[in-house]
């Protein structure tokens, strides 16, 4: 059903439970699901948030300059995809890391036909740094990424299993939606991503699954075509 993808993993889902640092039963189970999709062939790019360590708009209250702020967001997501890297080259699949602002020797300089060489060759390309500037967060730089990389899908993993007509972790009667055209998400409020990452998605026709993640064999049931989670389509 797809070619390829490009999922984005929050920075919390990496530290598990608490949310913070990382949890390694964690990485290996995402990097098994993922690792399983590159040998069968699908080409994955991922986009990794980086709340587990530093998220620069909630710094502020605290002290923190925003634009720096999010400099320091952008190197936490750097942090996280070097760590998930490391757990999916375990599993046997070559992975690389591309930021969005020039890091070597630590990661590649992110540029799109280098990233797609990769993808083509049956590696798993985690691309860092958001966008590679402040106010934008990495919903924004996923959307951007799977516009420029061809991506036939955005995948958002989540810990819910889709989008609910309320949270569902504070409304036991929010009900789930399998699909959703972009305009009705928009006229019933719904928070599929943030504004900028929803409008470059809905502008660019890009499709944007949203499912639980971290519910084993999830991603593989959705990349071979089962109804996982909800569908957000033009």
């Known amino acids: 059903m797809y070619r390829r993808v490009l999922l984005k ?28 999709a590159a040998r069968e062939g699908l080409q994955v790019a991922i986009v990794n948030g980086g709340g587990n360590i530093f998220r620069g708009l909630q710094g502020i209250g605290d002290g923190f300059d925003r634009v720096d702020g999010d400099k320091m967001g952008m190197l936490a997501t750097v942090i996280n995809s070097l760590a998930l890297s490391m757990f999916i080259k375990a599993e046997g699949v070559q992975a690389k890391v591309f930021t969005a602002t020039p890091m070597e020797p630590l990661a590649h300089l992110y540029m799109r036909d280098d990233v797609v060489d990769f993808l083509e060759k049956g590696g798993v390309a985690l691309i860092a740094g958001g966008t590679g500037n402040p106010f934008f967060t990495t919903d924004s730089g996923a959307a951007l990424r ?89």
């Open 146 to 234: 799977a516009l420029e990389i061809g991506a036939d899908a955005l995948l958002k993993g989540t810990r819910v299993d889709g989008v609910y007509t309320a949270d569902p972790e504070k409304d036991p009667t929010a009900v789930r939606y399998e699909e959703l055209t972009f305009d009705e998400a928009l006229e019933k409020h719904l928070k599929v991503m943030d504004q900028t990452a929803y409008s470059l998605c809905r502008e660019g026709n890009m499709p944007i699954i949203v499912f639980d993640m971290n519910k084993s064999g999830n991603l593989g049931r959705l990349l071979d075509g089962e109804k996982v989670g909800t569908l957000v389509h033009v």
């Open 9 to 36: 993993l929050s920075g919390e889902s990496l530290g598990g439970a608490q949310g913070k640092g990382f949890d390694t039963d964690t990485l290996h189970a995402y990097a098994r699901e993922v690792a399983s």
